[in-house]
């Protein structure tokens, strides 16, 4: 007998083994310059035991000059790496870090705070799961706050932490933590977004971020910033049916035809049916060739060779998919941008248009623009240099895309000057619409006409919604007496 309780107390001191996510977690730091967005990560590097000796050292050295007041290393420096990032004191660059924890990996994605760098903070967005926005207490919400949030959420972020920083420097004051959560949390509802963990930290000290800051925050009960990346959830490419943008067609001998590229959603398997789109060819799938070996099926991030059953039309830039599930065709987008140009997008102009392995030429007409300031949609007639809104995409020929929303691979796309090749926008797809060239004297449909007062019209048109349907609407802005003269003639 008592050897059998000496060995239930021996098993009862074995700690259970800690389930681990096989999935890395993609993030984002995003936020206003100085909000400590590299010291974050920089000490989350630090405490998860993620930095080898080697930088350790490196870190040491370039440390014994610039130590703070406290004797605290600038763990800054572990991520910014370019000589300009360190004299100035400044994220230029997207850094990409791989660390882990027992429970999880990750991959981060450590993004400038500073305006003209708006192009990097959109491009690091693209592919996270979840971002870290960084307030520094004391300054509370600012413009580029907004920005920042408003891009993430535009490129399919639905999860977002709070860091309010630097809590320290306020004396870790909970009126004021409290009060740029509400203003923040009410922001993020007018993007849709509802999954937001506020936590009060020091990055510096590490207070909150890898262990509680519970002896200087008595009254935070929530987690630390590790714990809420631990439980986080991903992204998915799989809310879609089958899609292979076609990056080249294969052709090693007479009896041997491939199309080969990289799955951008849903899976597939022989036998299969595809529609090869824009032509709308169908065929069945007969082969699934990678490098080494013949599969059985394929999902989404596989690079792979797909052989079909029959001869068809199929060349770069084609997009192969579901019968079943097929994306939208047509010659008319609506869209939501971000210009990264100083030379903006302007109404009426050419672009290349480029999504996946395919170029179309389009016009781009911008409908609305959003007032960081206030948050209302307003609307214009071209877009500047870090401005986001809403636009319409005319196309010369027919395109193929998915809502952003469902897919991000192929609902994604950037514009492209055709005088300079210089990347001036990105943007993300929100729906199909029709052509609509005005008023259509011919056409079948009954039309209504609206007549409003000029400063309700303009609080109509400010809207998100009435900015998705501005592409059916012809607007003529005529005195009362006109107005009237008009409606008088109407039965």
């Given at each position: ?107 981060v994605a450590d993004t400038p705070g ?10 690091g967005a693209s592919t996270a799961d ?124 007479e009896s041997f035809r491939g199309y ?232």
């Amino acid at each position: 007998m008592t050897a059998n309780i000496e060995a239930t107390a021996q098993t009862a001191l074995v700690p259970e083994p800690v389930s681990r996510n096989a999935r890395p977690l993609r993030l984002i730091t995003c936020g206003s310059v100085d909000d400590g967005k590299s010291t974050l990560i920089g000490r989350f590097l630090w405490d998860t035991k993620a930095v080898k000796e080697d930088q350790a050292d490196a870190l040491e050295r370039d440390n014994r000059n610039q130590q703070n007041e406290l004797g605290l290393p600038d763990f800054a420096l572990l991520l910014d790496g370019l000589q300009a990032e360190r004299e100035q004191g400044i994220t230029i660059d997207v850094a990409y870090r791989y660390f882990s924890t027992d429970r999880r990996s990750f991959i981060v994605a450590d993004t400038p705070g500073h305006e003209q760098y708006t192009r990097n903070m959109a491009t690091g967005a693209s592919t996270a799961d979840l971002a870290v926005l960084l307030v520094d207490a004391r300054a509370g919400i600012l413009e580029q706050t907004r920005r920042h949030a408003t891009i993430a959420t535009l490129m399919g972020i639905r999860q977002f932490v709070l860091a309010v920083n630097k809590i320290d420097l306020i004396d870790y004051d909970e009126a004021t933590f409290d009060h740029i959560t509400a203003e923040f949390r009410q922001f993020a509802l007018s993007l849709g977004v509802t999954d937001v963990t506020a936590i009060p930290m020091s990055a510096l000290l590490g207070e909150n971020v890898v262990h509680p800051g519970t002896s200087s925050m008595p009254w935070y009960s929530g987690p630390a910033l590790v714990e809420v990346l631990e439980l986080a959830t991903q992204r998915t490419a799989q809310t879609v049916g089958f899609r292979l943008p076609v990056q080249r067609v294969s052709r090693p001998n007479e009896s041997f035809r491939g199309y080969q590229g990289t799955v951008a959603g849903g899976s597939v398997k022989p036998g299969d049916s595809v529609v090869i789109l824009p032509a709308g060819t169908v065929a069945n799938v007969k082969q699934i060739v990678t490098f080494d070996l013949v599969r059985n099926a394929a999902v989404a991030g596989d690079a792979i060779t797909l052989v079909l059953d029959r001869h068809v039309d199929v060349a770069r830039g084609d997009l192969i998919a579901s019968i079943d599930a097929a994306p939208a065709v047509g010659r008319a987008f609506e869209a939501k941008l971000v210009a990264l140009s100083a030379d903006g997008i302007t109404a009426g102009k050419r672009y290349w248009l480029k999504s996946s392995s395919r170029r179309q030429r389009v016009r781009v007409q911008p409908r609305t623009r959003l007032d960081l300031k206030s948050g209302q949609w307003e609307g214009a007639e071209s877009l500047p240099l870090n401005a986001i809104g809403t636009v319409h995409l005319d196309f010369d020929e027919a395109a193929m895309f998915d809502p952003y929303e469902t897919n991000r691979n192929t609902g994604a796309f950037i514009l492209i000057d055709p005088d300079t090749n210089n990347t001036v926008a990105g943007g993300m797809v929100v729906e199909r619409t029709t052509r609509v060239d005005g008023i259509d004297a011919g056409g079948e449909r009954d039309h209504v006409l609206l007549s409003l007062p000029e400063d309700l019209a303009d609080r109509l048109m400010a809207s998100e919604a009435f900015a998705e349907l501005r592409g059916h609407v012809e607007i003529r802005r005529v005195s009362g007496a006109q107005a009237a003269a008009v409606l008088q003639d109407v039965d």
